[in-house]
């Protein structure tokens, strides 16, 4: 096995060769910048890579590292160590290609036990930062929902509530193509395979706004 640690932190290099060395890892490169990490990283080719985010001042350059090493190297796994807790940070790094993520507050037990999963090829993130991560993903997905037109929420409405198609089309006083056009854009705009999926999208909006 072959690890590069990326720090500008002697104390947290010295601690990660010692967890790595625990894991049974046999070569643990360091590295102290953005720039060294990434010569280092075509000089040997880890299998997996330990980064910080931030080096001597210059806030989350360690994202562009990640971005770098995964556009060369997708297989490589990458694994963050660092001490921001922000949701919206820790995001940004498994967008840009991390495998797991740890802060350094946390215990080396921990620290060990995310390197083993993101060797394994899984991901690895603490319980708590992934329950903050999934709200802020649920927060900012844009709403299927609101890009109904008023008359294709007036026409859902009326499937849910068991109407056909020529049902929905005398009560609205419109064509029975308006209504078929209009189921047409919302199984594209709500992802509906067939229209029995887009009833049963209907029935269960209709229940959910009760």
């Known amino acids: 096995m072959n690890v590069l640690v990326v720090d500008d932190h002697p104390i947290v290099l010295q601690g990660c060769r010692r967890v790595l060395e625990d894991a049974g890892v046999e070569a643990v490169h360091e590295a102290t910048g953005v720039v060294a990490g990434y010569r ?3 000089r040997h080719r880890p299998a997996v890579v330990v980064a910080d ?3 001597q001042g210059n806030t989350l350059s360690g994202l562009e590292l990640i971005r770098r090493i995964r556009a060369v190297a997708p297989e490589t796994r990458i694994l963050v160590f660092s001490m921001h807790d922000d949701p919206v940070i820790v995001a940004r790094a498994l967008e840009s290609g991390a495998m797991g993520y740890v802060l350094k507050d946390t215990a080396s037990g921990d620290l060990y036990r995310a390197f083993e999963r993101v060797q394994a090829g899984e ?3 603490d319980p708590a930062l992934a329950a903050e991560v999934a709200l802020l ?5 844009p709403d299927p929902f609101a890009a109904l037109t008023a ?9 849910g509530a068991g109407r056909s198609h020529g049902a929905i089309a005398e009560e609205l006083a419109v064509s029975y193509k308006t209504v078929a056009n209009a189921c047409s854009q919302m199984r594209h705009k709500l992802g509906a395979r067939s229209l029995a999926d887009l009833i049963r999208i209907a029935v269960r909006e209709g229940e959910r706004a009760r």
């Not at 993903?137 to 997905?141: E, F, G, N, P, T």
Request: proline residues 0%; positive net charge; without cysteine.
């Open 123 to 125: 991901s690895y993130l």
């Open 40 to 42: 280092s990283f075509h």
């Open 151 to 159: 008359r294709e929420r007036q026409i859902l409405a009326l499937l």
């Open 137 to 141: 993903r649920a927060a900012s997905r």
């Open 53 to 55: 985010l931030t080096f």
